[in-house]
């Protein structure tokens, strides 16, 4: 191998759903709905929110920018993967690294987002007489913006470590979008340091914030159980119950999904593990708000009657 670093593949052929073909007219049928489904119900999320001021809360701010995130993540895994199951799914090195840099980024934003929105629960909950000064529009505004910036800057250099690698092949990845462990499969550079790097880096932006968000619902849950009335207990966990479902629906199927070895037997196992948390949840999320939460319900009515 040369001193100097160069990549030897410049097209990488995406295998898709090979080993479900039978299942191709499913996929064919089913992907454009959720696309639909998940564009449509997270613009009518951000569009509620700006149209309606009984929505201007922090809370409702936050999901905005859990639907945006959901669109970004959407937008670049399902297009890509109706056009690997209509054709050979040939995409370009660099076009795969790109895939792999705005979905890298959009998980590691929405873990950010959710503990932050864990914490917006603990203060409104916890807190209920300093919440409107603690989480004012200026801290809601510079949180979303330092997430923003946290998830891109740091994938922008796990992205570059990438390119430094070298790439001779072969140029097929089992997979229908470009993930990380199929990527680095292609390199026949020493990737143990970068890996343990990789490792160490996801430390922050996904234990941290899953133990950010434990954490405060311990707290919830403290405060929740020294509130004497059933209907006041109730009213707490009713605020709560939507992100504790999309926390526990989005940790579960991720956590889950990288946690299964990347073996032959396991592969097809492991694409439908990523199907739902990169095509299903972000699908389900708007929904899941929708029918948890009276002020989205009362103003997605209001929306219908008009």
């Known amino acids: 191998m040369g001193s100097i670093n160069q990549t030897i593949v410049t097209e990488i052929l995406l295998l898709g759903f090979q080993d479900l073909l039978h299942f191709k007219m499913l996929f ?9 489904l998940t564009v449509y119900g997270n613009i009518l999320i951000i569009w509620l929110v700006a149209s309606n001021s009984s929505l201007q809360s922090p809370m409702y701010f936050f999901l905005t920018q859990l639907s945006i995130s959901d669109l970004l993540l959407t937008t670049t895994i399902v297009p890509n993967t109706l056009y690997i199951i209509c054709s050979e799914g040939v995409i370009s090195f660099k076009g795969c690294i790109i895939q792999f840099y705005f979905y890298a980024s959009s998980i590691v934003f929405e873990c950010l987002l959710l503990s ?6 603990y203060l409104a909950i916890c807190n209920p007489l300093r919440y409107s000064s603690l989480m004012n529009p200026m801290v809601c505004i510079t949180l979303a913006i330092m997430s923003w910036m946290l998830s891109f800057s740091t994938e922008l250099i796990v992205m570059t470590s990438i390119i430094q690698l070298q790439f001779c092949g072969p140029n097929r990845i089992d997979h229908f979008f470009c993930d990380l462990g199929p990527l680095l499969e292609l390199s026949c550079s020493d990737t143990a340091l970068f890996e343990l790097e990789t490792l160490v880096s996801c430390v922050p932006f996904t234990l941290f914030p899953l133990i950010i968000i434990a954490v405060s619902y311990v707290y919830i849950i403290q405060a929740a159980l020294r509130i004497s009335t059933t209907s006041g207990r109730a009213k707490v966990f009713s605020t709560c119950s939507s992100h504790l479902t999309v926390v526990s629906i989005f940790y579960g199927t991720l956590t ?6 990347s073996k032959r037997k396991s592969l097809t196992v492991n694409k439908i593990a990523s199907l739902l948390y990169t095509v299903v949840t972000p699908m389900i999320n708007p929904i899941i708000y929708s029918l948890r939460n009276k002020d989205i319900r009362e103003a997605v009515g209001k929306f219908l009657v008009k």
Request: charge should be neutral; glycine fraction near 10%.
């Open 28 to 36: 064919l049928f089913f992907l454009p709905v959720f696309l639909i």
């Open 116 to 121: 932050i929105m864990g914490y917006d629960r």
């Open 256 to 261: 889950g999904n990288y946690m299964i070895p």
